[in-house]
T-cell receptor, first 114, second 115 residues
Framework: KAGVTQTPRYLIKTRGQQVTLSCSPI?????VSWYQQTPGQGLQFLFEYFSETQRNKGNFPGRFSGRQFSNSRSEMNVSTLELGDSALYLC?????????????FGQGTRLTVV | AQSVSQHNHHVILSEAASLELGCNYSYGGTVNLFWYVQYPGQHLQLLLK??????LVKGIKGFEAEFIKSKFSFNLRKPSVQWSDTAEYFC?????????????FGAGTRLAVHP
């Protein structure tokens, strides 16, 4: 079955702009989580969506937001971009319910803010 | 705060050497534990996982990990590494059960295997 698909793969944006990233989960997966990966901070959890509702949130400013659609696809948005937002943004999807679930990651979107 | 510590940031080995990467977490409740691997230019892939039961778990490509609850540790091992094991390895903890999809990652260990 198809894996987790993230689009676009690469983005270059200017400070102050906003950006929207997309994540299409594996069929049947209802949970989508987003992570930011940087050389300095490593992999950090942004938020999780399940059944169109945000279920968990990490310690990121309100400029980072997301949403999930009824088909479980998710988007994350970053407004008023800063240089420090340059990172690889990963999404991970899972079934989202049950005792033990594992997450599958997409290839990521590499965002460069100039 | 919940955290995951990986003790080795860079490891260099020769082929056929044995590997052990340390991972400790700070969370007292029931957790799910994972090791992910990121090969150069590729996405994160699940290497192995621990949910419950036998604390010695086996994963893909000959990797195994041992969960020691009393030490809050989940160390990764491989008896004999290959050049193709060159990658970055991440330990991760999900402090939630019930299907919540939130992983807390360690800083990662870059492994370089020389032929």
């Amino acid at each position: 079955k198809a894996g987790v698909t993230q689009t676009p793969r690469y983005l270059i944006k200017t400070r102050g702009q906003q950006v929207t990233l997309s994540c299409s989960p594996i069929s049947g997966h209802r949970s989508v989580s987003w992570y930011q990966q940087t050389p300095g901070q490593g992999l950090q959890f942004l938020f999780e969506y399940f059944s169109e509702t945000q279920r968990n949130k990490g310690n990121f400013p309100g400029r980072f937001s997301g949403r999930q659609f009824s088909n479980s696809r998710s988007e994350m948005n970053v407004s008023t971009l800063e240089l420090g937002d340059s990172a690889l943004y990963l999404c991970a999807t899972s079934l989202g319910q049950g005792t033990n679930t594992e997450a599958f990651f997409g290839q990521g979107t590499r965002l460069t803010v100039v | 705060a919940q955290s995951v510590s990986q003790h080795n940031h860079h490891v260099i080995l020769s082929e056929a050497a044995s590997l052990e990467l340390g991972c400790n977490y700070s969370y007292g409740g029931t957790v799910n534990l994972f090791w992910y691997v990121q090969y150069p230019g590729q996405h994160l892939q699940l290497l192995l996982k621990y949910f419950s039961g036998d604390p010695l778990v086996k994963g893909i490509k000959g990797f195994e990990a041992e969960f020691i609850k009393s030490k809050f540790s989940f160390n990764l091992r491989k008896p004999s590494v290959q050049w193709s094991d060159t990658a970055e390895y991440f330990c991760a903890v999900n402090p939630f059960t019930g299907g919540y999809n939130k992983l807390i990652f360690g800083a990662g260990t870059r492994l370089a295997v020389h032929p």
